[in-house]
């Protein structure tokens, strides 16, 4: 790999995600690289990126589902609550996903930082469904942010 962005916009450390390359990735934060760069493509950081091909890669493989790239993104930095230039969360792409190890991740990171997240229905002043007590938020056509009802 080089530290130029390759023709499809793709930053280095992007693309270090996209090709789950934790050795290439880790050099690139080390050295200094953003772990919240926006690529030029979909306007999404890398941990989205992580999120998203952590989970089409256990579902597509058969292999189990890791959390390795989220991990080391998180630990050099990430924000775990920087959204898409479309306002996709990584926590709300996770609980999508059903990302169990992510989830658990941001919530940490989240609780360290003292990050409340909100969901865009919530930011809108949109009121959701009213969630079925018990059931999970997913079963209820609503995230699991937290927000107050």
């Given at each position: 790999?080089?530290?130029?962005?390759?023709?499809y916009e793709?930053?280095p450390?992007?693309?270090?995600v996209?090709?789950?390359?934790?050795?290439?990735?880790?050099r690139?934060?080390h050295?200094?690289h953003?772990?919240?760069?926006?690529d030029?493509?979909n306007?999404?950081?890398?941990?989205?990126r992580?999120?998203d091909g952590?989970s089409?890669?256990?579902v597509?493989?058969?292999?189990?589902?890791n959390?390795?790239?989220?991990a080391?993104?998180?630990?050099y930095?990430?924000?775990?609550?920087?959204p898409?230039r479309?306002?996709l969360?990584?926590?709300?792409?996770?609980?999508q996903?059903r990302?169990?190890?992510?989830?658990?991740?941001l919530e940490?990171?989240?609780e360290?930082?003292g990050?409340?997240l909100?969901?865009?229905?919530?930011?809108?002043?949109v009121?959701?469904?009213?969630r079925?007590?018990?059931?999970?938020a997913?079963?209820?056509g609503?995230?699991?942010?937290g927000?107050?009802?």
């Amino acid at each position: 790999m080089t530290d130029d962005a390759d023709q499809y916009e793709m930053s280095p450390v992007h693309l270090a995600v996209e090709m789950d390359d934790l050795a290439e990735l880790t050099r690139l934060l080390h050295a200094g690289h953003d772990p919240d760069e926006y690529d030029g493509s979909n306007g999404w950081t890398p941990l989205l990126r992580a999120i998203d091909g952590e989970s089409d890669g256990a579902v597509q493989s058969g292999d189990p589902l890791n959390a390795a790239c989220t991990a080391v993104l998180l630990a050099y930095g990430a924000d775990p609550a920087k959204p898409s230039r479309e306002g996709l969360t990584p926590y709300h792409l996770a609980f999508q996903t059903r990302h169990e190890m992510a989830l658990r991740l941001l919530e940490a990171h989240m609780e360290l930082r003292g990050t409340r997240l909100e969901c865009r229905l919530h930011r809108r002043g949109v009121s959701p469904p009213p969630r079925t007590p018990g059931a999970p938020a997913g079963d209820t056509g609503h995230c699991a942010c937290g927000c107050p009802k």
